[in-house]
C-alpha cells in the first residue's frame, strides 16, 4: 500500500510559524516520524509540499494510478479552494484530511473545511500525532476495500462457474 502525504501553504514555515499553535517540531522532522511510523504498519509514504494551489491540484491528479490513497494538510486552502475539493473529488482516492491545531477552536473563517466534505475523515488539533492517526486511518480503509474487491472478486469467479 502505497500513499501520498500532500502539505499545504506555510507549512514549510513549521518550527518557527507559530509554535503556541503547531508546535516546534519542523516539518521534516513530522515527515521522519511519518515515515517511521508508515513502515512499522505496512505503508509506503512520500511526502509534496507547496505554497501554491495549483501544484496541489497538479500533485493530487499525479496521485491517481501511483498511490492507494491520500493523506492531505490543505491548510488555509481547506477554508477557500474549490479547485484542490474537486481534484481530491475527481481522482477518488481514499482521502484524510489533516489539521496540527483545531480549527473549530480558532477564528471563525477556519471553522469550514471545503475540502472535508470530499475527504474520507478529518483529524484535527492533535498536533503532528494526527498525521500518525491519518495514517492508521488510511490503512483500516485500503484494507477493508481490499476485501470488498477480494469478495467481488470470489464472486464474479464462482458466478462463472459452469452449474451442474
Known amino acids: 500500500m502505497k500513499a501520498m502525504v500532500i502539505q499545504g501553504p506555510n507549512l514549510n514555515m513549521l518550527g518557527i510559524r507559530d509554535p503556541r499553535i503547531y508546535g516546534p517540531a519542523k516539518l521534516e522532522t513530522i515527515h521522519q516520524n511519518i515515515k517511521q511510523h508508515a513502515e512499522q ?19 493530487i491528479q499525479e496521485c491517481l494510478g501511483q498511490y492507494d490513497g491520500i493523506i492531505i494538510n490543505p ?39 471545503l475540502t472535508a466534505a470530499v475527504c474520507a475523515g478529518v483529524i484535527a488539533g492533535f498536533g503532528p500525532m494526527g498525521y500518525h492517526l491519518a495514517l492508521q486511518g488510511l490503512v483500516q480503509i485500503l484494507t477493508e476495500l481490499n476485501a470488498i474487491k477480494e469478495a467481488r472478486k470470489q464472486a464474479a469467479a464462482q458466478n462463472a462457474q459452469p452449474q451442474q
Do not use: C, M, W
Open 75 to 113: 491548510a488555509a486552502y481547506s477554508h477557500t479552494s474549490v479547485a484542490i475539493r474537486d481534484a481530491i473529488s475527481a481522482v477518488n482516492l481514499p482521502t484524510i484530511e489533516v489539521h496540527i491545531s483545531n480549527i473549530h477552536s480558532r477564528e471563525d473563517f477556519r471553522h469550514k473545511s
Open 41 to 59: 504498519i505496512g505503508l509506503e509514504v512520500d511526502f509534496f509540499q507547496s505554497n501554491f494551489e495549483g501544484e496541489i491540484v497538479d500533485k
